[in-house]
């Protein structure tokens, strides 16, 4: 199995991921995010810190 590059497994800072929205004409698109490359997605409920990381969170199984 070949090896990912680094781009894929290596994640983004706030910062990266900020400019990259940004470029967006459309700043009312939603966002979602997906583990099947785009195949089935989920709607970003919440943006957090935790452990000392930004996670996007997904809400809809959440019993609280």
């Known amino acids: 199995m070949p090896k990912?590059?680094?781009w894929v497994i290596?994640?983004?800072s706030?910062?990266?991921l900020i400019k990259e929205l940004e470029s967006f004409e459309d700043q009312n698109l939603?966002?979602?995010?997906?583990?099947?490359?785009g195949?089935?997605?989920k709607p970003i409920s919440?943006?957090?810190k935790i452990d000392g990381?930004?996670?996007?969170?997904n809400c809809?199984?959440?019993t609280e």
């Open 4 to 6: 990912q590059p680094e």
């Open 10 to 12: 290596q994640g983004k």
């Open 14 to 16: 706030i910062k990266q």
């Open 30 to 37: 939603l966002v979602e995010i997906s583990f099947d490359d």
């Open 39 to 41: 195949e089935t997605s």
């Open 46 to 48: 919440l943006v957090g």
């Open 53 to 57: 990381k930004c996670m996007l969170l």
């Open 60 to 62: 809809e199984n959440s």
